[in-house]
T-cell receptor
Framework: NAGVTQTPKFQVLKTGQSMTLQCAQD?????MYWYRQDPGMGLRLIYY???????DKGEVPNGYNVSRLNKREFSLRLESAAPSQTSVYFC?????????????FGSGTRLTVV | KNQVEQSPQSLIILEGKNCTLQ??????????LRWYKQDTGRGPVSLTI?????NTKSNGRYTATLDADTKQSSLHITASQLSDSASYIC??????????????FGQGTELSVKP
């Protein structure tokens, strides 16, 4: 099925461990995004990639790094996980940057840092 | 300060009943306003998108309204079904010339439809 695929779906980390969240889209979209969703708060943008080869910080980039591996794939890395990074992470894509009409979200990765 | 506020935070209704969810925003200027549906354990899915010049937009049993003067939007669900149980998120898109636009998410309204 066409869409945005995120792996893993669930992950538990110990404080200080590192991990990479993977995201791939098969819609030939140019732009990709990483958001986090916390209880009682709206989704917040961590990083985005307007097009292949570019990445930019969003609202809450501290503690994260990203890589736009190719047009299809955009990964999010936590170098030294902290309990404050416990959240649900969503990857999204759109045909053009901040496309007003076409955002597609993945199903999310639920991350717990203990 | 949250620029997009939704109410109520949660709502329980009986199957077949109608309901209305509210969204107030302070984002100015804005490009468009969207409503998303997020099922448990899934990513948000777009229901409607309205520009500032549109007053209403329908998608099946979902009807969104927008009053750009008072900066208010509502999502009306008609003849609710059990499958309508989800979180409904209001999102305002603000022009951001360096980034081609910025999305500001509300915290969502959790709707539960009971049989």
């Amino acid at each position: 099925n066409a869409g945005v695929t995120q792996t893993p779906k669930f992950q538990v980390l110990k404080t200080g461990q590192s991990m990479t969240l993977q995201c791939a889209q098969d819609m030939n979209h140019n732009s990709m995004y990483w958001y986090r969703q916390d209880p009682g708060m709206g989704l917040r943008l961590i990083y985005y990639s307007a097009s292949e080869g570019t990445t930019d910080k969003g609202e809450v980039p501290n503690g994260y790094n990203v890589s736009r591996l190719n047009k299809r794939e955009f990964s999010l890395r936590l170098e030294s996980a902290a309990p404050s990074q416990t959240s649900v992470y969503f990857c999204a894509s759109s045909e053009v940057p901040r496309d007003s009409y076409g955002y597609t979200f993945g199903s999310g990765t639920r991350l717990t840092v203990v | 300060k949250n620029q997009v506020e939704q109410s109520p935070q949660s709502l329980i209704i009986l199957e077949g009943k109608n309901c209305t969810l509210q969204c107030n925003y302070t984002v100015s200027p804005f490009s468009n306003l969207r409503w998303y549906k997020q099922d448990t354990g899934r990513g948000p899915v777009s229901l409607t998108i309205m520009t500032f010049s549109e007053n209403t937009k329908s998608n099946g049993r979902y009807t969104a309204t927008l009053d750009a003067d008072t900066k208010q939007s509502s999502l009306h669900i008609t003849a609710s079904q059990l499958s309508d149980s989800a979180s409904y998120i209001c999102v305002v898109s603000a022009p951001h010339y360096n980034q081609g636009g910025k999305l500001i998410f509300g915290q969502g309204t959790e709707l539960s439809v009971k049989p």
